[in-house]
């Protein structure tokens, strides 16, 4: 267990030095400066060197590699073009309300997928029927899907709210968390309309996962249900309903549990696109900003921190499988 453990530690740091490597040279290999960006273009050429040599720019590569990585370390990922505030203040500001949001759907996405799972392994009229809308789910871009939930339940239904995160625009508490602040407080017509805003965000969001994750469910189940102790459980005169919640739910869980993490890093993903439709104030909506004034450090910083989000994700789900099942314990 514990060289299980040590070797899930060190891949993760080794993941972590090649994501600081590729975006440290994707960033030099940009066609924009972002020497000009910062000061502008109508800057002399003696501004320009002295903002090239201030930020380090006139080193060599390695060297600047290095000076990145130990800014790194340090906590300084750079100062915002656009905001002129340090990059890791702009995220943690703006983090809150992406996690909430990204919590929220993965929720819904384990719950979906959990039923689309077990309702599509039985088979028959109502499998055929869940497997068709599964993948007409997976295959829909993002974007498309966020639109149409848009002009559907907002514009043409009234159920729910266009955008944001709150309809009085409260200032967020001491966690940054609207639902959680909300409840803190005692106030639950803000958290009634906390949950109302992020529902249909977190929903569409949600698609996507829901649907990887039933789809890998059900492949483990119907697996799990041609097992020896599930004719013999049959054989006790248990029902399906019994047999599969009770016996093989578990046994299957695995290989969902697997795609859970890597869906939970795409959520991430994808929460720049919903959040940009939803007017959601996250990091999603902190980066598409970012892009369009070319701010290298902000984008820089959020993919990094993206990424650090994502592989620490996948080693907690290492870690729970190492917990959960013996049998990861023996092949580590």
């Known amino acids: 267990m514990v060289k299980a453990i040590a070797t899930r530690i060190g891949s993760t740091a080794a993941v972590l ?100 799972g077990v309702v599509s392994s039985r088979g028959g009229w109502l499998s055929t029927g869940v497997t068709a809308v ?83 469910f059900r492949g483990s189940l119907r697996s799990t249900l041609q097992s020896e102790f599930i004719r013999s459980a049959y054989a006790k005169g248990f029902g399906w309903h019994t047999v599969v919640l009770r016996h093989a739910t578990r046994n299957a869980l695995g290989p969902a549990v697997s795609m859970a993490g890597l869906q939970l890093g795409m959520l991430f993903a994808g929460s720049i696109v919903v959040e940009k439709v939803f007017s959601w104030p996250g990091v999603g909506g902190y980066l598409f900003n970012s892009i369009g004034v070319s701010d290298f450090p902000a984008i820089v910083g959020v993919v990094l921190v993206m990424g650090l989000i994502y592989v620490v994700v996948n080693f907690a789900v290492d870690m729970i499988q190492l917990a959960v099942d013996p049998r990861q314990r023996k092949v580590a």
Do not use: C, K, M
């Open 17 to 116: 030095l090649v994501l600081s490597l590729a975006v440290f040279f994707i960033q030099r290999t940009l066609p924009a400066d972002p020497v000009r960006a910062l000061v502008g273009r109508t800057a002399s050429p003696e501004v320009i060197a002295a903002a090239r040599e201030r930020l380090g720019l006139d080193q060599p590569v390695i060297v600047q590699y290095f000076q990145f990585l130990g800014g790194l370390l340090r906590g300084d990922a750079g100062t915002s073009l656009r905001t002129r505030n340090p990059v890791l203040d702009d995220i943690a500001a703006y983090l809150p309300a992406t996690l909430e949001l990204v919590v929220v759907a993965i929720t819904i996405a384990l719950v979906a997928g959990f039923v689309l």
């Open 134 to 216: 599964s993948v007409a789910g997976s295959s829909a871009a993002t974007f498309l899907v966020a639109i149409l939930a848009v002009l559907v339940f907002y514009r043409n239904l009234g159920w729910f709210p266009a955008g944001g995160q709150s309809s009085s625009g409260a200032a967020v508490g001491p966690t940054g968390f609207v639902l959680v602040d909300t409840l803190l407080s005692g106030d639950l017509g803000a958290w009634f309309d906390a949950w109302h805003h992020v529902l249909l965000p977190a929903a569409v969001l949600a698609v996507g996962p829901a649907v990887a994750i039933g789809r890998t």
